[in-house]
């Protein structure tokens, strides 16, 4: 269904007609036909033709500022009966994302026995697992028979974020081992959860990094990874939608730092003008002024310029090959560091490939670029200086690319902010210092 469609439904009231388009539809879908919707009322009324269910999963898809204005609509009971959908982690970044002065209206809607989880969730760092973990999941013991085992999941699934995965635990509640639902249909009702369970635990600590939590779904499969504090107790699990968010966010995140933009969490229209231009004001004068220390070094040379006025004309070729360069080696460097296929003891063997490769494409930049010089000004001399300038700006530019963001892992920090503002204008400096100095010692300016 498009977004003129329900507009038109709504506005000549054919509810009916509408109720029943909607429930064939997934709530994915219908979120972000709801977010494009320009009147919070007509929102509202296709919010309230959703059935309860199909509500709460439409209201944890939407953007922010969405949710906001429906929970400024909503009655008690409505916004009671929407956050009962919703598990407890969606409840918490919910919170965490709304204003202060909508929060109250949402810790009303909460059952008082579930607004102490929330509140225990919210104390967890930021960008830690307990932040982002839910505590619906589902719990055995391992004296129980499958039989025992089953009516226990037919009683709580409802209510767990997954059914897929269950966690035994012992009388303390230390996690002891894992079982999944096909191993348990599967198995005779008389056989017992302990001989099934597997006792080999992939689990994370409740402060570990969402980051690196969400990488080890990628590399052991998981659907949900368990959670536990100090004392091996069971106290929450991820599952591989949180872990799918994360990465989202951490990808934003990197694209901003790449782009010399301060991170935020908000979406692009949600963020006011001048929280833009703060955003990215910051680097751009750092950017700015460094570039000055360019400028100066330029100015050094005006002799060379007077005897060669030539020379000027390829000054924006060079810093714009060697910022390219070290743009390429950079984003290599730092996607292989955020996948972990590349560890910062790869530090050498990093710098020897990045090196070979630089060789292989100086000799071909220098090569195409001498002959261009050739066949336009027939000046081999020019054509060696750029063409050993070219060479020995691309080696730099590369061993900047790959140092750079190894570097800013190894002091912990994010290899982002190495990426291609920082290394252009590191690189065009170099650039310009080695080719007045090449053109100085070859032309005897």
Request: net charge negative.
């Amino acid at each position: 269904m498009e977004l003129e469609e329900i507009k038109y439904l709504v506005e000549n009231k054919r509810f009916t007609e509408l109720k029943n388009k909607l429930k064939d539809m997934n709530s994915a879908d219908i979120s972000e036909i709801l977010d494009e919707l320009d009147d919070v009322e007509s929102v509202i009324i296709v919010f309230r033709l959703l059935d309860k269910e199909k509500a709460g999963i439409t209201f944890s898809h939407m953007e922010s500022d969405m949710r906001e204005k429906l929970i400024h609509a909503f009655t008690d009971r409505e916004l009671k009966n929407v956050l009962d959908e919703l598990f407890m982690d969606d409840t918490v970044d919910l919170i965490e994302e709304m204003p202060s002065n909508v929060v109250p209206k949402i810790l009303k809607a909460i059952p008082k026995e579930d607004r102490k989880i929330v509140n225990e969730l919210l104390k967890y760092p930021d960008d830690s697992a307990g932040s982002i973990m839910t505590t619906e999941f589902i719990d055995l013991k391992e004296n129980m028979t499958v039989e025992e085992a089953l009516k226990r999941i037919r009683k709580i699934g409802t209510d767990s974020e997954t059914i897929y995965t269950c966690y035994v635990l012992n009388e303390e509640r230390i996690l002891k081992g894992i079982i999944n639902i096909k191993d348990i249909l599967l198995s005779k009702k008389e056989t017992t959860i302990g001989t099934l369970m597997e006792t080999n635990i992939i689990s994370v600590n409740t402060l570990e990094d969402q980051e690196e939590v969400a990488k080890m779904f990628d590399k052991y499969d998981y659907f949900a990874l368990p959670v536990v504090d100090h004392e091996n107790r069971l106290v929450g699990i991820i599952t591989v939608d949180d872990a799918i968010n994360v990465l989202q966010e951490e990808v934003a995140e990197d694209f901003e730092k790449m782009a010399a933009i301060s991170p935020t969490e908000d979406g692009y229209f949600e963020t006011s003008v001048f929280k833009h231009a703060k955003n990215r004001i910051v680097w751009l004068l750092v950017l700015m002024l460094s570039a000055a220390i360019t400028g100066n070094i330029i100015t050094q040379y005006e002799n060379a310029f007077a005897a060669v006025p030539l020379l000027v004309s390829f000054i924006p070729m060079i810093m714009g090959t060697g910022g390219n360069c070290g743009s390429q080696s950079s984003t290599l460097i730092i996607r292989g560091l955020a996948t972990d296929e590349i560890e910062l003891k790869d530090i050498f063997k990093v710098l020897w490939k990045e090196i070979r490769v630089s060789i292989v494409v100086g000799i071909v930049l220098a090569i195409v670029n001498g002959i261009r010089i050739m066949i336009q000004y027939d000046d081999m001399q020019l054509a060696i200086v750029l063409g050993i300038t070219l060479m020995v700006t691309t080696t730099i530019a590369k061993i900047l690319g790959c140092l750079l963001p190894m570097t800013a892992k190894k002091l912990k920090l994010d290899p982002a902010i190495m990426a291609s503002p920082l290394i252009t204008t590191l690189v065009d400096v170099c650039s310009i210092l080695v080719y007045f100095q090449v053109a100085t010692s070859i032309m005897g300016l």
